[in-house]
């Protein structure tokens, strides 16, 4: 470009191969610290909200009880996703489970006293229980099964878990757990 006579350069905007790849390692560094701690957190937020949705299932079956003044069952379900979902008697709740209000007495399930369903919790997880595959409360909102002790542990060797435990007055308490 010709400017007063005199030629001046334009000067080109952009980087250089050797900024660019030091911006690239620098980058490949980052996301090689970061993105395992990620992983672990991800993974320890989807315990957390696991075990908060079977406390939560709990609590509704309590309240239900009390409301219906029927006895409510939380229980392990093998077909979950069925027209009317059945207990099974496996201790095994990775499958999924229900809560159900037992409003004509006759101690089965049917379509209109399902209160909630919960589907399998993650692939990557497991939920289960030494003895319980119910909890059962009274209109009263107590416990009328013993209580019990689940483990939600996922696939990860050495790592913290939960523990929900749910006591004889029917309350939870969830607390970390090492998994084996």
């Not at 497991?126 to 229980?129: F, G, H, I, R, W």
């Not at 990860?156 to 939960?162: K, P």
């Given at each position: 470009m010709?400017?007063?006579?005199?030629?001046?350069?334009?000067?080109?905007?952009g980087f250089t191969l050797l900024e660019l790849m030091i911006t690239v390692g620098i980058l490949a560094?980052?996301?090689?610290?970061?993105?395992p701690s990620y992983r672990g957190i991800v993974m320890d937020n989807r315990l957390a909200s696991q075990a908060n949705l079977f406390a939560t299932s709990i609590k509704l079956a309590r309240s239900n009880a009390v409301r219906f003044q029927r006895n409510a069952t939380v229980c392990s379900s093998a077909n979950y996703d069925a027209a009317v979902p059945t207990c099974s008697s496996n201790n095994d709740w990775s499958g999924g489970w229900i809560v159900w209000v037992d409003k004509d007495r006759d101690a089965a399930t049917d379509a209109?006293?399902?209160i909630s369903v919960s589907g399998p919790v993650h692939s990557a997880s497991?939920?289960?229980?030494t003895s319980a595959n119910r909890f059962t409360y009274d209109g009263r909102g107590f416990a009328t099964t013993a209580a019990g002790e689940l483990t939600l542990c996922d696939n990860?060797?050495?790592?913290?878990?939960?523990?929900i435990r749910v006591n004889a007055t029917g309350r939870t308490n969830i607390a970390r757990q090492a998994c084996t």
């Open positions: 010709k400017l007063n006579g005199k030629y001046k350069m334009k000067r080109e905007a560094i980052v996301l090689s610290v970061g993105v209109n006293e399902i497991e939920l289960k229980s990860r060797s050495g790592e913290m878990g939960r523990r």
